[in-house]
């Protein structure tokens, strides 16, 4: 790279990895705290914590890191536009490929990043967040033991431990557990302790009984047991038939093309795999895709500063546009396997369509009229809103 392509490849690199580390932040503040009841309720809170913030990160950048390169790449250029330096290289002879280059550099490179996280190092963090998250759940029973009181496992399920016993086992166990519509059941042992068995960890309850509610009929049904055995990944779903296999996304790309005959979403729902495997192969295309969009939106050298602010709006627009295009095409893949290509059609579709428009010198600049009105009617818009007052209250 010559010099200007360096200067702008600097640039738009340093503001795109900003750009995705603040997103990346802010989004993974909001998953961390839809799982608070964990953090708050373990013994090690504080590792809990940086665990499961680092668990999240690969899905989160994957999922921002588009957007990061489009907010990073059109800042750098409107901002250069605004200081008339695209100009200045237009004048000079300069082609529209010194522009181009180091913002298509920066979309490869995230690109190739993408498909790696796609592929390998996702489906190994949705592993072991899934494996934390269960042993956070048995970490809840020590809790309980602690407190004495119910305690909140996750919505409509609640575990109360009267006592722990010499020895470490527990007695007086309650769990309410309401989560399906259809019925409660709670659990009642005089006696219980926590066993592994093959990395997993189960709530072994002697001496007890179930009973059970039917919500529709209001029949009640009372089973008493000698010993049950209660898995810790039923705490993670309201169907006894989730803790018997991994979700999709936490299984590997190899295991997605050749899945066991016998794995319990594979018989009753493959489209799930399907529609996973056809997620990680089309989702690694989007920041190449966003890179175009880039180049070909902002690229050039604007005099009309309403004119580039309108344009950019569009562009991020269309960006959001295929984004959303692309998560309904995966989800039809997966239903139905005649619509597999669409998900690839949807991520390849704007790198085709922009760089034609690109190679033909097809500019996106639209009416100097409708431009105008555009902007009259947002500027009214706008000054309707900051002229708005609520009105004055006064004593009655």
Known sequence: MNLIERYIFRRAFSLTMSTLCITTVIVLITQVLLRVDILTQTSESLRTFLMLSLLLIPSMALLVAPFALLIGGSQVLNTMNADSELAVIEASGGSSWLTAKPILLIAIGLTLASLVVSLFVEPWSNRSLRDLTRAASADLVHFAVQSGA????????????????????FGGIFIIDNRDPTKNIIYYAKRGSIQSFNDDDFLLMTDGEI???????????VIRFQSYALDFSDFGSASKDHSAF???KERSTA????????????????GLLRAELHRRFSDWLYPLAFGVITIYFAGGARSNREERLWSMTFAGLIALGFRAAGFVAVNNAGRNPETAFIPYIVALAPVVIFTALILFGKTARGSQKWTDKAGEIFFHLLGRLSSFRPAAGGGG
């Open 150 to 169: 119910f305690k909140k496992l996750q919505d409509n399920l609640y575990i109360q431990i009267g006592e722990e016993l010499p020895g470490g086992d």
């Open 211 to 221: 009973q059970q509610k039917n919500i529709q009929t209001n029949a009640i049904s």
């Open 255 to 270: 295991y997605l093309f050749h899945p066991d005959p016998n794995d319990p979403v594979f018989k009753s729902r493959p």
């Open 246 to 248: 991994r979700f999709p």
